[in-house]
């Protein structure tokens, strides 16, 4: 996998789920605070590939995340940020050979109207 340096152009920030517990150690308030900001790349899955990985079992996948270095994140209590867009990591991220960039499959999330 080869990038141009010059793609990387959108900052993608990394955000974690955060949680406070009540007196009975239920959840009372979950809230996503910003753990990390990198460089990155979006790009959308085309028709053929969406179809691919819908007999993957993951229909839900609209795009594909490259950010530099390694990236490990939690599947259910990460999402990414991306010129006012929203994502949630499908699958477990891919690290290329060296270290210099992650790949992520991704489902954006549907706008919420204000």
């Known amino acids: 996998m080869t990038f141009d340096a010059a793609a990387f152009r959108d900052r993608v ?3 974690i789920r955060t949680s406070t517990a009540g007196v009975m150690g239920r959840t009372v308030t979950s809230d996503w605070a910003t753990s990390d900001t ?3 790349i979006v790009v959308p899955i085309s028709q053929t590939n969406r ?3 819908a007999q993957r079992g993951h229909s839900e996948v609209t795009h594909k995340l ?4 390694e990236l490990t994140v939690a ?5 990414f940020l991306v010129r006012g867009l929203i994502f ?3 699958e477990a991220p891919d690290v290329d050979g060296q270290g ?3 790949s992520i499959l991704v489902a954006q999330e549907a706008q919420r109207s204000a």
């Open 13 to 15: 920030t990394i955000q």
């Open 38 to 40: 990198r460089w990155g």
């Open 51 to 53: 179809a691919a990985l």
């Open 66 to 69: 490259v950010v530099r270095g």
């Open 75 to 79: 599947l259910a209590d990460t999402r």
């Open 88 to 90: 949630r990591p499908a």
């Open 100 to 102: 210099r960039f992650t």
